[in-house]
């Protein structure tokens, strides 16, 4: 089983920087993929970056130049920094793990990005 937690969020405004965290427990050693997925207000659940096992970073468009993910093994974290930041940004940004046999998510951390 693997337990993942968020931290980070906040409320900021237009153009400001964010630094989200994902710290990773329990038995990490089959995670395939961790990610971000971002929840805006009346819209479905997105994918905002992941990254696989071997470190290799997927972006969506909306966020590429902007977001970088990537992680600390020996601390077992994941990040995503997120620079010029814009008010469709704003949303829950949640954490989730995978494996060839589980997936889970963390209770999230709300961004907001205040015009």
């Known amino acids: 089983q693997v337990q993942v937690v968020e931290s980070g969020g906040g409320l900021v405004q237009v153009g400001d920087s964010l630094r989200l965290s994902c710290l990773a427990s329990g038995s990490i050693s089959g995670l395939s993929q961790m990610g971000w997925y971002r929840e805006a207000p009346g819209k479905e659940r997105e994918m905002v970056a992941t990254?696989?096992?071997?470190?290799?970073?997927n972006l969506s468009d909306s966020v590429k130049g902007r977001f970088t993910i990537s992680r600390d093994i020996a601390k077992n974290t994941l990040y995503l920094q997120m620079n010029n930041l814009k008010a469709e940004d704003t949303g829950i940004y949640y954490c989730k793990a995978s494996g060839q046999w589980f997936i889970q998510w963390g209770q999230g951390t709300q961004v907001t990005v205040s015009s």
């Open positions: 990254m696989a096992r071997d470190g290799t970073p």
